[in-house]
């Protein structure tokens, strides 16, 4: 059963910093891209930035330059490393994979995780 565990949320002052960690776990043949999505009180959920296996990143203007995503294909994580936060980057964070599970090449699947809180507050 391929799972994602993210690890890292918490309380931090504006204009601090965190770093948000993902690990994906199971039998797993491959993962293509690797995501941040995040979701604010009453809002949808929006793509944060987005890594390809190869490592091309991409992110939402609200975060660039700010925000640094990166993976390790060896571990099957995917960090998100987050500085000069703002009120506005206030949300659950979700981690999202494109994983082909089990042990010979076959359709990939999207996965979630459960989420983790990060909250900018003085």
């Known amino acids: 059963q391929v799972q994602l565990v993210e690890s890292g949320g918490g309380l931090v002052q504006p204009g601090g910093s965190l770093r948000l960690s993902c690990a994906a776990s199971g039998t797993i043949f491959s993962i293509n891209a690797m995501a941040w999505y995040r979701q604010a009180p009453g809002k949808a959920r929006e793509l944060v930035a987005v890594?390809?296996?190869?490592?091309?990143?991409n992110y939402a203007d609200s975060v660039k330059g700010r925000f640094t995503i990166s993976r390790d294909n060896f571990k099957n994580t995917v960090l998100l490393q987050m500085i000069s936060l703002q009120r506005e980057d206030t949300a659950v964070y979700y981690c999202n994979a494109e994983i082909v599970p089990g042990r010979v090449w076959t359709r990939s699947r999207n996965y979630w995780g459960q989420g983790t809180q990060v909250t900018v507050s003085s």
């Open positions: 890594i390809s296996n190869g490592g091309g990143a």
